[in-house]
């Protein structure tokens, strides 16, 4: 079965320090997604590209996180400098869309990488 | 932005007991999606409904599109324990370039 890998499943780490997760996409697939879950908003959209260009990162916090796409393999989110309330369920996705405004763009989630921000 | 009112939150039910669910937006919506999340891991896609009024059946899921484009609901015959898991759905909003947009999930139990 294709699916979305990600890395590592899970983090613990202290304020203040880097924490970057990795995200192997559907091979084939053309949109990448990051997406954050925790108990108080449920899932929300962080960040999306389509065709490794960024589309839309309007739910990320732009000081502290940065999402990128080095190349059609690996999808990078990155926070820099962590703090507490970053502690989440962070989850990569991957569809393929041929349109911007596809309303067909079934995604497939990865496992998630767990993160605890001390 | 679009929102969804998924409902109920939470669910407890005897194992081989109808399950039934629903989002409800205020706008319309031009792709309707049923995930399910068990423990640890990533939601997985159920059933994708993609035109107004629109009935798929995925085993003992069933899911609809409704008619008003504003609406969906889930389905499930005959719980069995491996049913438990949160349940999301999932839109597409029409006339934007905005992606999926994701109800708040119903948690699921089935009781023995």
């Known amino acids: 079965d294709a699916r979305v890998t990600q890395t590592p499943r899970d983090k613990v780490t202290e304020m203040g320090q880097e924490v970057t997760m990795r995200c192997q996409p559907i091979l084939g697939h053309n949109t990448v997604f990051w997406y954050r879950q925790t108990m108080m908003q449920g899932l929300e959209l962080l960040a999306y590209f389509r065709n490794r260009a960024p589309l839309d990162d309007s739910g990320m916090p732009k000081d502290r996180f940065s999402a990128e796409m080095p190349d059609a393999t690996l999808a990078t989110l990155k926070i820099q400098p962590s703090e507490p309330r970053d502690s989440a369920v962070y989850f990569c996705?991957?569809?393929?869309?041929?349109?911007?405004?596809?309303?067909?763009?079934?995604?497939?989630f990865g496992a998630g990488s767990r993160l605890t921000v001390l | 932005g679009q929102q969804l009112n998924q409902s109920p939150q939470s669910m407890f039910i005897q194992e081989g007991e109808d399950v039934s669910m629903n989002c409800t937006s205020s706008?319309?919506?031009?792709?309707w999606l049923w995930y399910k999340q068990d423990p640890g891991e990533g939601p997985v896609l159920l059933i994708a409904l993609y035109k107004a009024g629109e009935l798929t059946s995925n085993g003992r899921l069933t899911a609809q599109f409704g008619i008003t484009r504003k609406d969906s609901f889930l389905n499930i015959s005959a719980s069995i324990p491996s049913d438990v898991g949160i349940y999301f759905c999932?839109?597409?909003?029409?006339?934007?370039?905005?992606?999926?947009?994701f109800g708040s999930g119903t948690q699921l139990t089935v009781l023995p």
């Open positions: 996705a991957s569809g393929l869309s041929t349109r911007v405004s596809s309303g067909a763009n079934v995604l497939t």
């Open positions: 999932a839109g597409h909003p029409s006339g934007s370039a905005r992606q999926l947009t």
């Open positions: 706008s319309i919506f031009n792709t």
